[in-house]
C-alpha cells in the first residue's frame, strides 16, 4: 500500500558564531611579510563573519547529523504528529505464519526511501481473541513518521501476556535478523507496543530484554502489577471507562511500579474504552509517535510534546510523567 506524502527533507537549524578579525598596531611600511600576514588574518575574519551572516545554515546539517544520526523527518509540529499520515511513503509486504517462528505471521510496513538511512523498528501485538488486523491502523501511521513496523498475529488468539511478550521479541528478532527489509532496520534502535494482553505482553518483553528502547502499553491487562525491574522507557496507556481492564488495578498501578528514576508516563484517554486503541485514534498516535521519537530516535525535537505535561481536556482525562527525561 502506497502512501501519496511525499517525503520532506530535515530543517535545517541555525548554530550561533562569534568570531572577528584581529587588529594588530599599525607597522611601519616597507614591511611586505607582515602585511600579508595582516591581510590574510583579515580575510580569515571575513569569512567567519560570512558565516555568521548568511552561511550558517549551510554546515548546520552535518553538525545535527554528527550529534544525533537518528533524527529522520522534518522537524515536528503539532499538525505533523496528528496527521493521519506523516512525510514518508510507505509500502508493505506480508509475513506468513509459515516462513516465521516463535509468532503467528504479520504485515510489514517500512518508509519506502533509501536515502535517510536505516530505521528504528517496531513491533506491534494484538490482544486477547483478536488478529492483527484490530491493530493495523497503527501500521502505516507511525512507519510514515520514519519507522519499520511489524504489527503480528499471535500463535493462538488466546495467548496470555507472558507469551505475547516472547513473541514480540521473536518478532524483533525476526524483523531484524531475516525479514526483506532487515537492511533497512537500526537493530539497536527497537521497541514494542500492544493492546490488552498484548499490552501485558508489551511489559513482559521490555522485562526480559532492558535494551529496547521504548515501550507502549495500550489498555495493557497483566496479572502482575508491578514491573520494578523495567529499565526501558515506557508510556503507559489507560482509558477512563475501561471495564475489562479497569486503570485501577491496571495501567496505574502498571505505571506506579515502574522505577522512579526511569523516563515514564501514565496517559489516561478521556472517554475511552479498553477498545479504543482498535481504531484509528489521533490522542493515541499523537503520543505514541513522539515517544517512541523520543526514546528509539532520541530526537528531542519531540520533547515538546512531552514535557510540560500534557494538560487534561476532551481527549485526556490524566498525564502523568518525568520531566525533563533523563535518556
Not at 189 to 212: I, Q, Y
Not at 290 to 309: G, M, S, T
Request: aromatic fraction near 8%; proline fraction near 7%; charged fraction near 15%.
Amino acid at each position: 500500500m502506497q502512501q501519496q506524502n511525499s517525503e520532506s527533507p530535515h530543517r535545517a537549524h541555525g548554530t550561533d558564531a562569534s568570531a572577528g578579525p584581529g587588529t594588530g598596531a599599525a607597522r611601519a611600511a616597507g614591511r611586505p611579510a607582515r602585511r600579508t600576514a595582516r591581510f590574510r588574518s583579515l580575510v580569515a575574519g571575513a569569512a567567519v563573519l560570512l558565516a555568521v551572516g548568511g552561511f550558517t545554515t549551510a554546515t548546520t546539517p552535518d553538525a545535527r547529523a554528527a550529534a544525533n544520526p537518528y533524527e529522520r523527518g522534518p522537524a515536528p509540529t503539532v499538525s505533523s504528529i496528528e496527521a493521519a499520515r506523516g512525510s514518508y511513503a510507505v509500502s508493505q509486504t506480508t509475513v506468513s505464519s509459515l516462513s516465521v517462528t516463535g509468532f503467528g505471521g504479520g504485515t510489514v510496513y517500512y518508509p519506502t526511501s533509501t536515502g535517510d538511512g536505516t530505521f528504528g523498528a517496531v513491533v506491534i501485538s494484538p490482544g486477547y481473541t483478536a488478529s492483527q488486523s484490530s491493530i493495523a491502523w497503527l501500521g502505516p501511521r507511525l512507519a510514515s513518521q520514519g519507522f519499520v513496523v511489524l504489527t503480528i498475529d499471535t500463535l493462538t488468539t488466546l495467548d496470555q501476556p507472558d507469551s505475547r511478550g516472547r513473541q514480540l521479541l521473536a518478532a524483533l528478532d525476526y524483523l531484524t535478523g531475516r525479514s526483506a527489509v532487515r537492511t533497512r532496520i537500526d537493530s539497536s534502535r527497537l521497541g514494542v507496543m500492544g493492546h490488552s494482553m498484548g499490552g501485558g505482553g508489551t511489559l513482559e518483553a521490555a522485562k526480559s530484554r532492558p535494551s529496547l528502547q521504548a515501550a507502549i502499553p495500550l489498555t495493557g491487562w497483566n496479572l502482575d502489577k508491578s514491573w520494578p525491574e523495567i529499565q526501558t522507557p515506557t508510556l503507559v496507556i489507560g482509558a477512563d471507562g475501561d471495564s475489562i481492564a479497569p486503570v485501577g488495578t491496571h495501567s496505574e498501578p502498571f505505571y506506579e511500579s515502574l522505577p522512579g528514576s526511569l523516563d515514564k508516563a501514565y496517559l489516561e484517554l478521556n472517554g475511552a474504552t479498553h477498545f479504543t486503541p482498535n481504531s484509528s485514534n489521533t490522542t493515541i498516535a499523537k503520543y505514541s509517535i513522539a515517544w517512541l521519537k523520543r526514546f528509539i530516535d532520541n530526537d528531542v525535537r519531540y520533547e515538546q510534546f512531552l514535557c510540560p505535561l500534557p494538560r487534561p481536556g476532551l481527549t485526556i482525562e490524566e498525564y502523568r510523567g518525568n520531566c525533563p527525561h533523563a535518556s
